[in-house]
């Protein structure tokens, strides 16, 4: 195996203002940015506030991008966080206050709910698996199975609910699965091209047999994606692979399921269903004044 690898990937921080700018700009335009025909029914001179408040429990997460979809209509908007990202909510409260030109305020609703509602999903979803893990040294990942667009914005929501993210994309990991194995002969000659193409970058394997498995120790992988495998697999896969190789269990993980593959002591489990699976949180904005 190779010599022990940095931390891969450590929670990022909030992503670029200018790409959640770029974002928010597209989800306006999609949305008639400026073209809002039922706000011209309001003076454009009238002036008020509004608050958004959540109607369930949540964990907030897409302060940014709410922000970002009012003061890109118009920047007299003033916004008024009454917690930050990563704050856990009950039903009922108050997310933020929002005064400004009435207009903006309507036309920007929309977007502003829904990068909230989705990114607080993310984040909710994300906070309930962390805790269903607890204490255990087996660290939870998402995937690279995200709304297309969102990609940044799901992984930094993932953080911020408490889980850890794997691969941000094709171009900070090397993750070798059956289509690529299948392309380049074996798995040894894939595990060696990946060590010539990117020297010191993490090297996984997704094996679908203590076979493959016995390979991917062999040919000196850094990590080894367990797919699909039944429990009599997994046992002797974590014993096989103790000190020589890291682990991770993929594939159909669920909440019933998790408890039981954390008592393998496995290195990693990654979980699809944290953005693939997103519930948006109900949300509500009101004009108040």
Request: aromatic content about 4%; hydrophobic content about 45%; some cysteine.
């Amino acid at each position: 195996m190779a010599p022990s690898q940095p931390e891969h990937h450590p929670r990022p921080a909030l992503p670029p203002a200018a790409l959640i700018a770029e974002q928010v700009a597209n989800a306006l335009l999609e949305d008639g940015a400026g073209e809002d025909l039922t706000a011209l029914l309001i003076d454009a001179k009238a002036w008020g506030a509004a608050q958004i408040i959540c109607r369930e429990p949540m964990i907030l997460c897409g302060s940014g991008w709410a922000e970002q979809s009012f003061l890109q209509l118009d920047p007299r908007v003033q916004l008024q966080w009454l917690h930050a990202d990563g704050a856990a909510l009950a039903a009922g409260a108050t997310l933020v206050r929002i005064e400004g030109p009435l207009r903006a305020l309507l036309s920007g609703e929309r977007c502003a709910l829904n990068f909230l509602q989705t990114l607080s999903g993310t984040a909710t979803l994300s906070r309930r698996y962390a805790e269903l893990a607890g204490g255990s040294a087996t660290r939870l990942l998402d995937t690279r199975k995200t709304l297309p667009g969102l990609r940044l914005a799901q992984k930094y929501a993932v953080a911020v609910g408490g889980c850890m993210n794997h691969r941000i994309g094709l171009h900070d990991g090397i993750l070798i699965k059956e289509n690529h194995i299948a392309a380049a002969g074996n798995i040894a000659q894939a595990v060696a091209r990946a060590r010539q193409l990117a020297p010191g970058m993490l090297v996984e394997v997704e094996v679908e047999t203590i076979d493959e498995l016995l390979q991917a120790l062999e040919a000196g992988a850094d990590r080894a994606m367990l797919d699909e495998f039944d429990r009599p697999d997994l046992i002797r896969a974590v014993q096989l692979a103790r000190g020589r190789i890291e682990l991770e269990i993929s594939g159909n993980v669920d909440e019933t399921r998790l408890a039981e593959l954390l008592e393998l002591g496995v290195d990693y489990i990654s979980i699809g269903a944290l953005t693939k699976h997103v519930r948006a949180i109900d949300l509500s904005m009101r004009i108040v004044a």
